[in-house]
């Protein structure tokens, strides 16, 4: 029985345990930092964490919720469940400023803002050389080593580097 | 209730996902350089997981057990309801690169107008897929662009495919009596409605690359049917053999 008003320790515990999970692809930055973490919360009794994807067939989808899931059992919370929803669907915008700041000292640079779709269709953001923090960048190609990068070149320090494409 | 219209419905659009998705994953290790390479198989990836997200939708909507696995690889060709154009084989690298442009230039608004659908498992898929198809409408296009503006050879080349093609774009803009059920309940979009933003994103990329529109002329259609062509047949073979010989085999 759990009553009103008074904080579920399960699931402030389960909360605090997957919070902690990282990216499978990119371990700097938590499942929390990249805002692929929905909720955590108590129905029908039981404990229900709640993911959404960043790209439709992003391979890390499964690992993340294997993951969840063995995070979740070797905290000893019993019978959890984690569902995936698709809406809202996931944008770059849900990273948190703690996980950009995570992703840029780790030479990935961060997802600039999205500004909305028609402007994303033919132009590019201006990219910050996560190592350099010089704008004189150019876009060598619109996709990387996973989904969810592209791969630019600072023109000031010369070093190649990720961009967290803007989704 | 079972509604056997919208499972025909989503069972055609995650055909057309799948059999384009295997097309492009045919580049896998393939392709002219390693970036292009990277980018097919990330385009490839999309398709397939937006084909996943929908067969799932359409087994849960058929209510028979059915799971993704089970719609994309035991069923045969006549079975398939993809669009032609996603069926044919890939060809050179321009002729990939121009049925990318012309079928993303068609799925970037047709999800985007599919967000607002009345089934909402629909409406989040396309969420999600709205936004992976606008990348493969930019790489498309800016590969036609360079193909066309460049050098003779590939110039030849981007034009045979151009013409080649066309005659595969009118079955997109196609509905049968169950697809206009559909659209009445707005649940699917309006394919023909599309067409003037099709065209225009179409004449922008062939005018930039300095090609010439190719005329209309007779369009082929037959895929939401099961007339399909006989390329269909061969990638399926390929495709399936594994998950036939050993049924129900995880990995």
């Known amino acids: ?167 | 209730m079972p509604d056997p219209q919208l499972f025909t419905f989503t069972l055609g659009l995650a055909d057309d996902a799948l059999v384009l998705g295997h097309r492009l994953s045919e580049w896998s290790g393939k392709a002219p350089s390693l970036e292009e390479d990277i980018a097919l198989s990330n385009l490839g990836l999309d398709l397939i997981g937006q084909a996943r997200l929908l067969y799932t939708h359409a087994g849960a909507i058929e209510g028979r057990g059915r799971d993704e696995d089970q719609l994309a690889y035991f069923r045969d060709d006549r079975a398939y309801r993809n669009l032609l154009i996603v069926e044919l084989p890939r060809g050179d690298f321009a002729s990939t690169m121009v049925r990318q442009l012309m079928w993303a230039a068609f799925m970037h608004p047709y999800y985007d107008t599919m967000t607002r659908s009345g089934d909402a498992e629909l409406s989040g898929i396309a969420g999600k897929a709205v936004k992976e198809m606008a990348y493969h409408v930019r790489y498309a296009a800016e590969w036609v662009i360079r193909l066309g503006d460049g050098t003779p050879e590939s110039r030849r080349r981007v034009t045979a495919a151009l013409v080649d093609l066309w005659g595969y774009t009118g079955e997109m803009f196609e509905m049968d009596g169950g697809e206009q059920d559909l659209v009445t309940q707005r649940i699917a979009p309006d394919r023909s409605a599309l067409r003037p933003i099709w065209d225009r994103t179409l004449d922008r990329v062939l005018t930039q690359a300095a090609l010439p529109r190719p005329k209309d002329r007779y369009m082929q259609s037959g895929g939401r049917a099961g007339r399909h062509t006989e390329h269909l047949g061969h990638l399926l073979a390929e495709m399936q053999v594994l998950a036939r010989a050993h049924p129900g085999a995880k990995w």
């Open chain 1, 1 to 167: 029985m759990v009553n009103a008003g008074v904080a579920d320790i399960e699931v402030e515990r389960a909360r605090s345990v997957v919070s902690a999970v990282p990216d499978p692809e990119i371990p700097v930055i938590t499942i929390a930092d990249l805002g692929v973490l929905r909720g955590v919360e108590r129905r029908n009794g039981i404990v229900v964490v709640t993911l959404t994807p960043t790209y439709t067939g992003c391979p890390a989808t499964l690992t993340i919720r294997l993951d969840v899931e063995a995070a979740l059992a070797q905290a000893g919370i019993d019978g959890a469940r984690v569902e995936t929803v698709l809406s809202p669907a996931w944008s770059t915008d849900d990273i948190t400023q703690e996980g950009s700041d995570k992703l840029r000292a780790y030479g990935i640079a961060p997802p600039a803002r999205s500004t909305g779709k028609a402007a994303r269709l033919f132009a590019d953001a201006t990219i910050s050389c996560p190592r350099c923090g010089s704008t004189n960048s150019t876009r060598i190609s619109q996709f990387g080593s996973t989904p969810c990068k592209a791969l630019w070149r600072c023109e000031a320090c010369r070093e190649p580097f990720d961009v967290f494409k803007c989704l």
